[in-house]
Nanobody, 123 residues
């Protein structure tokens, strides 16, 4: 399985970015997907997740109401729309594929990880 994340960059506080992750290697629609992030000196933390069908989504409290996860099973992609960005959202963002058709907040439940894309929010 390969996961290729893109869309990161530098944005001012209050701005928006859209991350995208393209997956290949196994039937995309069979697996939940998640986004995680890791800031310098901090542990990797859960951001958002979506079930295989897209019918269920989950968010960290810190991003709820600002970020939205979505997926396109026809294109094998999962996106993360990030609005009202804050400097504390600065991190490397990783997409990951769950081992089952649901999705959880726990990184150990994800079998495959992308390479990460840097998001920097300036104040």
């Amino acid at each position: 399985v390969q996961l290729q994340a893109s869309g990161g960059g530098l944005v001012q506080a209050g701005g928006s970015l859209r991350l995208s992750c393209a997956a290949s290697g196994r039937t995309f629609s069979d697996y939940g997907m998640g986004w995680f992030r890791q800031a310098p000196g901090k542990e990797r933390e859960f951001v958002a997740a979506i079930s295989s069908s897209g019918g269920s989504t989950y968010y960290a409290d810190s991003v709820k109401g600002r970020f939205a996860i979505s997926r396109d099973n026809a294109k094998n992609t999962v996106d993360l729309q990030m609005n009202s960005l804050k400097p504390e959202d600065t991190a490397v963002y990783y997409c990951a594929q769950h081992r089952a058709n649901w999705a959880t907040t726990q990184p150990l439940r994800y079998d495959f990880w992308g390479q990460g894309t840097q998001v920097t929010v300036s104040s």
